[in-house]
């Protein structure tokens, strides 16, 4: 337990955004090292990421919305590859 939150608080620095800050999903940038918060919401600025990174194809689906709040501390890089790994089995 201790490792993922040394590893949560690597992560926080490196992206300047601190344990106690709460990312705007609407506004502020996302990057694939961008670490989803307890906060996580499903917006347009998150759509466009996904888009962005996956392609025209991407669609949220309720199973993939739950995972993103259900995984807080990981990054977005781990929640496109869970996606594309969610698509590759259909």
């Known amino acids: 337990m201790q490792v993922i939150i040394i590893m949560m608080k690597a992560m926080l620095i490196r992206t300047g955004i601190s344990m106690t800050d709460r ?4 506004c502020d ?3 694939s090292e961008t ?3 307890s906060g996580y919401r499903d917006t347009q600025n998150v759509r466009r990421f996904f888009t962005s ?3 025209g194809h991407f669609r ?7 995972w993103m ?3 807080a501390g ?4 781990d929640a496109v590859a869970e996606w594309l790994r969610r698509e590759g089995g259909r």
Do not use: L
């Not at 949220?60 to 739950?66: L, T």
């Not at 990981?74 to 890089?77: A, I, N």
């Open 35 to 37: 670490v989803i918060d």
């Open 74 to 77: 990981s990054t977005m890089r």
């Open 23 to 26: 990312r705007d999903w609407h």
């Open 69 to 71: 709040k259900a995984h």
């Open 60 to 66: 949220f689906d309720r199973p993939f919305m739950a």
């Open 53 to 55: 990174e996956i392609g």
């Open 29 to 31: 940038p996302i990057t």
